[in-house]
C-alpha cells in the first residue's frame, strides 16, 4: 500500500469517527429521519402506539416559580408526566425534586448543566451525565431516562447515557412555547403531532428561554387535556409509556 492510500485510509476513518460523534447531534437538531432509526434502546423519539397513552414531559427545572404551579396544574387536570431535570438545579432546590416525585410523577435528567453537546468533547459530555446522574441518585431517584439540552445528542450522548444505565429519548411533539407565548398557539404545535406513543416536549422553566414560556405552558395545559380527552388519549409516564 502506498503512503498516498494510507492517507486517505486515514483520512476515511478521521471521518467516520467524526460522523458517528456529530451527524446525530445535527439530525436531531433538526428533527430529521436518519436518527429515527436508531434502536429504541439507544434513542428514541416516540413510544409504542399502544391505545390512548401519550407522555407529557418537562424539561429545564425544578423551577421555583414554574414548577409549583405546573405541578398544581396536573394535580387540577389529572394529568401525569416525566420531569426532565438539571443536575445543577436539583442540587439548589431538592425539596422540589421530591415534590415532583411525591405528585406521583416520574424523574429523569436533562443533564447537569444546559449545554450545547455539539462541540464539546467525549470527555465533558462524560462528566455532566455522570455529575447528573450521581445527583439523583444521591436524592434517591436515579434517572433512567436523559433527554439531552436542546436535543443535541451525540455519538458520545447516546453511547455514554446508555453505558451509565439510561436511555436518550427526544420528542416527537412539542409546544414550542420558546416561539409564542400565545396558548393556543402551544396546543396548536402540540395537538399536530399528538397520537397514541407520542413524546411531548413543554417545558416547566423559562431560564433557557423567553420570559414566560413556562406560564404560556401552564395557560395551555388545560387546552392541552381537553384535547387529550377528546382523542380519548391518556397521560402516562416514560416508563408506563416504554414497557
Not at 439523583?136 to 451525540?154: D, I
Request: aromatic content about 6%.
Amino acid at each position: 500500500m502506498t503512503a498516498r492510500h494510507v492517507q486517505a485510509v486515514l483520512g476515511s476513518l478521521a471521518t467516520a469517527v467524526l460522523a458517528s460523534q456529530y451527524v446525530p447531534s445535527v439530525v436531531a437538531l433538526g428533527q430529521w429521519g436518519p436518527v429515527r432509526v436508531l434502536p429504541g434502546e439507544l434513542c428514541r423519539w416516540q413510544g409504542p402506539r399502544f391505545p390512548g397513552r401519550v407522555a407529557l414531559t418537562f424539561d429545564d427545572g425544578p423551577d421555583p416559580e414554574g414548577t409549583p404551579r405546573v405541578l398544581d396544574a396536573l394535580d387540577e387536570l389529572g394529568l401525569r408526566a416525566t420531569f426532565f431535570v438539571l443536575g445543577a438545579r436539583a442540587r439548589d432546590r431538592p425539596d422540589l425534586v421530591h415534590e415532583v416525585a411525591a405528585r406521583g410523577h416520574q424523574l429523569a435528567t436533562h443533564g447537569d448543566e444546559h449545554a450545547h453537546h455539539l462541540w464539546r468533547s467525549p470527555a465533558w459530555v462524560h462528566r455532566d451525565l455522570e455529575h447528573a446522574r450521581d445527583t439523583m441518585t444521591a436524592l434517591g431517584h436515579p434517572p433512567r431516562w436523559f433527554r439531552p439540552a436542546y436535543g443535541q445528542a451525540t455519538g458520545a450522548t447516546i453511547v455514554l447515557a446508555r453505558a451509565m444505565g439510561m436511555r436518550t429519548v427526544l420528542w416527537s411533539a412539542s409546544g414550542r412555547e420558546w416561539a409564542s407565548s400565545d396558548p393556543l398557539a402551544v396546543v396548536g404545535h402540540v395537538a399536530r403531532r399528538l397520537r397514541p406513543g407520542a413524546v411531548v416536549l413543554l417545558h416547566d422553566s423559562d431560564r433557557f428561554g423567553p420570559d414566560g414560556m413556562w406560564r404560556a405552558v401552564l395557560d395551555a395545559l388545560p387546552l392541552v387535556a381537553a384535547e387529550l380527552q377528546r382523542r380519548q388519549l391518556s397521560t402516562v409516564t416514560m416508563d408506563e409509556l416504554v414497557c
